[in-house]
């Protein structure tokens, strides 16, 4: 059973900063790619980072520059590092292996607003 726990979530203000942690556990997680999702209310799910097990990372124009999505391989736990925060990156945050959708763990609420 795969299991996924997100964290590291709150309310900041615009141009603000957070780091974002999710424990896998159920897998061998070092060989996976793992991406990171964001869901905004009446919106799709969309990929905002994704790395493979050899580190190399990928991220969309809407957080490029922004956004920096790592692991640790040791302590099987990925990483998003999130700087000048802007509003509409407002949503509920999920961490997955890339590719996978049959399951998500609970996700951290990530609020931007004044």
């Known amino acids: 059973q795969v299991q996924l726990v997100e964290s590291g979530g709150g309310l900041v203000q615009p141009g603000g900063s957070l780091r974002l942690s999710c424990v896998a556990s159920g897998i061998t997680f070092r060989i996976y790619a793992m991406g990171w999702y964001r869901q905004a209310p009446g919106k799709q799910r969309e990929l905002v980072g994704r790395?493979?097990?050899?580190?190399?990372?990928t991220y969309p124009d809407s957080v490029k520059g922004r956004f920096t999505i790592s692991r640790d391989n040791d302590k099987n736990t990925l990483y998003l590092q999130m700087n000048s925060l802007k509003a509409e990156d407002t949503a509920v945050y999920y961490c997955?292996?890339?590719?996978?959708?049959?399951?998500w763990g609970q996700g951290t609420q990530v609020t931007v607003s004044s």
């Open positions: 997955n292996v890339f590719g996978r959708a049959d399951s």
């Open positions: 790395i493979t097990n050899g580190g190399d990372t």
